[in-house]
């Protein structure tokens, strides 16, 4: 019984790389004729596969139905949280999960650091859009035309010394996110945090939602908490994975932490716990 699912199973990606007919499927299986029909008029019961006018089979609207049904039904949060507690236990920092909504970047997901010092973020409150990590990354994946709409109507705060000043510098900014695939925030919501964050990517490639690692100085510096980029990438990754059931396009370059000039930690200064 096994081995016919796992035949049936087989038919359908040989399918999605585009119709075939009876001997195409036949030979790919390594099976006789008379059993590829016998799969194939199961999986057309079923609406997964759909025999043409030519005779050749294709992949079923109902397989189609299926998949969108799972995708609307998947709930990121859910998938990404046991990611974010075990990468939280790892480095013990403070994890978040953000999304995009309604022109808004919103946290879904916290995970508390273990130290006394807690962050001010809450989860379902907006995220300071124009610096945060989590920011950059999910409009960075954005088309440039959208960027550039949302960055003219955004107003840019000057949370500290850090902070992106205005449209032409943020633009800036998300340019190099999308080419390197993930972001920072370097004391530009506070002087005393600091942030790195990676994409959540779904089925097509695009980011879905994105995950950060946030410390403040009097725990760990830049330089230091940069040094985890590559854990925080391959835990976005691995919930990317699970959330798309593919494996998401990813540099694999390491980063490379900048240099103390190019750092210029903010001063350390007391973080009040929450």
């Known amino acids: 019984m096994s081995q016919t699912v796992d035949r049936a199973l087989s038919i359908l990606p040989l399918l999605a790389e585009g119709p075939a007919d009876l001997g195409q499927v036949a030979d790919r299986l390594g099976v006789h004729k008379s059993t590829a029909l016998r799969l194939l008029r199961t999986l057309h019961e079923h609406g997964l596969v759909y025999r043409q006018s030519d005779q050749r089979y294709r992949l079923g609207a109902r397989l189609f139905a299926l998949a969108q049904e799972a995708v609307e039904n998947l709930d990121v949060r859910e998938i990404a949280h046991p990611h974010l507690t075990a990468l939280n ?77 205005n449209a032409g510098a943020f633009l800036k900014e998300l340019a190099v996110v999308r080419e390197q695939g993930w972001a920072t925030d370097l004391g530009g919501h506070e002087e005393s945090i600091n942030c790195i964050g990676a994409p959540i990517r779904g089925a097509d490639g695009r980011v879905v939602a994105a995950m950060s690692v946030s410390a403040p100085n009097v725990v760990v510096t830049a330089e230091e908490l940069l040094t985890l980029l590559p854990l925080v990438r391959r835990t976005a990754d691995a919930i990317s994975r699970e959330y798309s059931g593919a494996v998401p396009v990813s540099k694999e370059a390491p980063a490379k932490a900048p240099t103390k000039a190019a750092v210029k930690e903010a001063p350390t200064k007391e973080v009040t716990s929450r």
Do not use: F, Q
């Open 89 to 165: 236990e790892k480095c013990g920092h403070t994890v978040h999960l953000a999304v995009y909504e309604e022109n808004e970047v919103l946290y879904i997901d916290k995970v508390e650091s273990r130290y006394p010092v807690r962050m001010y973020s809450r989860i379902g409150k907006p995220v300071a859009i124009t610096v945060a990590a989590v920011a950059k990354l999910l409009l960075a994946d954005l088309s440039e035309a959208e960027r550039r709409a949302i960055a003219e109507k955004l107003d840019y705060p000057t949370y500290t010394a850090r902070s992106t000043p």
